[in-house]
């Protein structure tokens, strides 16, 4: 059973960072894509940032020059955040898929606020 479990979020000032995790079990992820995405409440999920199992990159525009996203291994997968505003406030989530199945993680909230 695949299961995603995110880690690392919390209140954070203005301009400081955090580094969430993405830690995936119950298969072999060496051939998936990962992509981190954030809903803030009252808006639409939107993707932040994803690693091909290449280890191809991108990132959304908002979040260009400030995150980044790595992959020190199969399993686990990071989205180092720095330089951070109010807007990134949100719950963060790891996805990932295998066709036709698509796994989520539970999220982990992400506040930026003085």
């Known amino acids: 059973q695949v299961q995603l479990v995110e880690s690392g979020g919390g209140l954070v000032q203005p301009g400081g960072s955090l580094r969430l995790s993405c830690a995936a079990s119950g298969s072999d992820f060496s051939f998936y894509d990962m992509t981190w995405y954030r809903q803030a409440p009252g808006k639409q999920r939107e993707l932040v940032a994803g690693i091909t199992w290449g280890g191809r990159t991108h990132l959304a525009g908002s979040v260009q020059g400030r995150f980044t996203i790595s992959r020190p291994n199969a399993n686990t997968v990071y989205l180092q955040m720095n330089s951070l505003k109010p807007e990134d406030t949100a719950v963060y989530y790891c996805?990932?898929?295998?066709?036709?199945?698509?796994?989520w993680g539970q999220g982990t909230q992400v506040t930026v606020s003085s």
């Open positions: 996805k990932t898929e295998s066709s036709p199945n698509v796994y």
